[in-house]
């Protein structure tokens, strides 16, 4: 018997998910919507005016179109999308508003990150991670056809973000299936943060696109939304999985620098506010502000400054020793960190460094 090759291999599996999925093809995105609307996958104002406002035919290859308006995976090459229905569930689950961050782990065509840009608004900052660079390019075209400025889709794989390095984000949505050990994007989140995403079960047997929300410190509330099975997250390295560049070359997600003027309207309010301040500060003869000219603080201090880095503390109690945080959990006492044991050098001065 021949071999199958890999389109006969993609047209078995888009059989098998018409049948998974029902199968009906529509004939209009707004067609495809009601029928969202009408199976329960999407119910609240704001996310059936985003599915309405992107087409789905727009983030999809020529050779998928005929698929558009089906509610089913596509897959050509490269490119995997989800269903719509699962996109919708996803977008629900979210909890979506204006002016939060977003991050996308496997961003493919832009298609889910366009989706969520109509729910957060011009004024919020999002961030895509693909493997594979030509989807990258493909999703920045896309998404620049539609005026969605504020999004910046990077090369990378998501297991070599360096959590620490990187900023936070308010919510994060993962587009391939999550192992446990890729639990560790759970440090991505802001506190009362969100993730969803379709991640394995403690047996390691199944997955379930699950929603996850950072309640403080190391802990997490985690639900399930519905049992699914997608492809898996890839690691570098892996068995079976083409090479690319993004494998091998650590990845630090930021937001835009101050000096862009063009991104300022996605800062944080705490940052223009603390901008507003030194602005005024300036002005006024006699202030510390005022000893540097203006051009100075925008493009040699501000645009240093990390993205989020006014952005208000966790709920959690500062350490009398060092002045830093501990993480506390709701309903618990305040906790000091323990002071370590100053060196010789520094004996009868106040302790500074904390365990």
């Avoid at 699950?210 to 699914?228: E, F, N």
């Amino acid at each position: 018997m021949d071999r199958l090759n890999q389109a006969q291999l993609e047209e078995i599996f888009r059989q098998i998910s018409l049948q998974s999925f029902g199968g009906t093809r529509h004939r209009t995105q707004q067609a495809l919507v009601d029928a969202l609307m009408e199976e329960g996958c999407l119910g609240s104002a704001s996310a059936i005016r985003a599915f309405s406002a992107v087409d789905r035919a727009r983030f999809l290859t020529e050779d998928c179109n005929n698929d558009a308006y089906l509610d089913a995976p596509v897959r050509d090459g490269k490119l995997h999308q989800s269903a719509p229905s699962v996109y919708a569930r996803a977008l629900e689950a979210l909890e979506l508003r204006p002016g939060l961050t977003f991050l996308n782990v496997g961003s493919g065509t832009g298609y889910f990150s366009a989706l969520v840009a109509q729910l957060i608004g011009p004024n919020a900052w999002s961030v895509g991670v693909e493997r594979h660079n030509e989807l990258v390019q493909l999703a920045r075209a896309r998404c620049a056809d539609m005026g969605l400025s504020n999004i910046r889709f990077q090369c990378g794989n998501c297991f070599c973000i360096d959590v620490d390095r990187s900023m936070k984000f308010d919510r994060i949505y993962i587009g391939a299936g999550a192992p446990r050990d890729a639990r560790f994007l759970y440090k991505l989140l802001k506190q009362d943060g969100v993730i969803v995403g379709p991640f394995e079960d403690e047996e390691g047997h199944g997955q379930s696109l699950s929603k996850v929300r950072c309640c403080g410190g190391k802990k997490y509330a985690v639900s399930q939304l519905l049992p699914v099975q997608f492809a898996g997250l890839v690691r570098p390295g892996e068995a079976g999985a083409p090479e690319v560049q993004a494998d091998t070359q650590p990845l630090v997600l930021s937001g835009p620098r101050w000096e862009e003027s063009s991104s300022r309207s996605v800062f944080p309010n705490s940052f223009r506010n603390i901008v507003i301040a030194l602005c005024w500060m300036n002005r006024l003869d006699g202030t510390l502000p005022n000893k540097l000219p203006w051009e100075v603080w925008t493009r040699y201090i501000l645009s240093f400054l990390p993205f989020d880095a006014f952005d208000p503390l966790p709920q959690d109690v500062l350490c009398a020793a060092c002045g830093g945080t501990g993480p506390r959990t709701r309903g618990s006492a305040p906790r000091l960190h323990k002071a370590a044991k100053p060196p010789e050098s520094a004996r009868g001065a106040r302790a500074s460094l904390c365990a």
